[in-house]
Nanobody, 126 residues
Framework: QVRLVESGGGSVQAGGSLRLSCVAS????????MGWFRQTPGQEREGVAA???????VYADWVNGRFTASRDNGKNTLYLAMNRLNAEDTATYYC????????????????????WGQGTQVTVSS
């Protein structure tokens, strides 16, 4: 069983930046592929980015280079650096993990993701 704990959310003005973190415990077993999803009230949870242990990374098309996913395997930690934030990025951001390498469609669906964090709120004011 893997526990995922997100941090780094908060409030920021449009155009600003935030960096989210997600720590997997007690270790990263079963977290070969880790990713970020986000959700707003009444909407489906949508994929943002995913990265596996060898660095293969996939992003949702709408990211357009504004976000960067990375991970520190030694610290069992996943990051999401978010730049040029806008009001549409306001959401609860969830960390997720699954065994095995990230498939090419890792962020296309919630299906296949085994573990989920509790989420961290990001609010962008315009």
């Amino acid at each position: 069983q893997v526990r995922l704990v997100e941090s780094g959310g908060g409030s920021v003005q449009a155009g600003g930046s935030l960096r989210l973190s997600c720590v997997a415990s007690p270790d990263a077993t079963g977290s070969d592929c880790m990713g970020w999803f986000r959700q707003t009230p009444g909407q489906e949870r949508e994929g943002v980015a995913a990265i596996d242990v060898v660095g293969y990374t996939v992003y949702a098309d709408w990211v357009n280079g504004r976000f960067t996913a990375s991970r520190d395997n030694g610290k069992n930690t996943l990051y999401l650096a978010m730049n040029r934030l806008n009001a549409e990025d306001t959401a609860t951001y969830y960390c997720a993990a699954r065994p095995g390498r990230c498939p090419w469609n890792a962020v296309a669906t919630r299906s296949g993701w085994t573990y989920w964090g509790q989420g961290t709120q990001v609010t962008v004011s315009s």
